[in-house]
C-alpha cells in the first residue's frame, strides 16, 4: 500500500500560484499512475491531472494550460503547480496513486486505490 501526504495548500487571492506537493513511501511510486484530484463543497470528486511511468501527462480542460503535473523521482515527491487559480478551482486536492498499472492513466477517481488525506486550496476574488 503507498502511502501518500499532501502539502501546500493554503489560500491565495485569484491570479496568484500555489505548488502542492505528495510525498510518497514503501513503495517506488514512480513506477506507477500518480494523479491529483479535487473535490469543492456539494460536488463529486475531479481528476485534475494525472502522469504515466514515463512522465506523459493528461489534464483535466478545465486546468490545461495553467496547471502542471510533475514528479521527483530522487525525493519520491509528486508535485501540481498551479498558475492563475481561479475562484473556481477552490477545492479539497488530494493525491492519488493507481498502483495496477503504469500506463494509461486515466483521471476518473474510480481507478486509484491509493489516496493522501487532501490539502485545502482556496482561491479568493
Known amino acids: 500500500q503507498v502511502q501518500l501526504v499532501e502539502s501546500g495548500g493554503g489560500s491565495v487571492q485569484a491570479g496568484g500560484s500555489l505548488r502542492l506537493s505528495c510525498a510518497a513511501s514503501?513503495?517506488?511510486?514512480?513506477?506507477?499512475?500518480m494523479g491529483w484530484f479535487r473535490q469543492a463543497p456539494g460536488k463529486e470528486r475531479e481528476g485534475v491531472a494525472a502522469?504515466?511511468?514515463?512522465?506523459?501527462?493528461r489534464y483535466a480542460d478545465s486546468v490545461k494550460g495553467r496547471f502542471t503535473i510533475s514528479k521527483d523521482n530522487a525525493k519520491n515527491t509528486l508535485y501540481l503547480q498551479m498558475s492563475s487559480l481561479e475562484v473556481e478551482d477552490t477545492a479539497m486536492y488530494y493525491c492519488?496513486?493507481?498502483?495496477?498499472?503504469?500506463?494509461?492513466?486515466?483521471?476518473?477517481?474510480?481507478?486509484?486505490?491509493?489516496w493522501g488525506q487532501g490539502t485545502q486550496v482556496t482561491v479568493s476574488s
Open positions: 492519488a496513486a493507481d498502483t495496477k498499472r503504469t500506463w494509461p492513466c486515466f483521471l476518473e477517481s474510480d481507478e486509484y486505490n491509493s
Open positions: 514503501r513503495y517506488t511510486y514512480y513506477s506507477y499512475c
Open positions: 502522469i504515466e511511468n514515463y512522465g506523459s501527462t
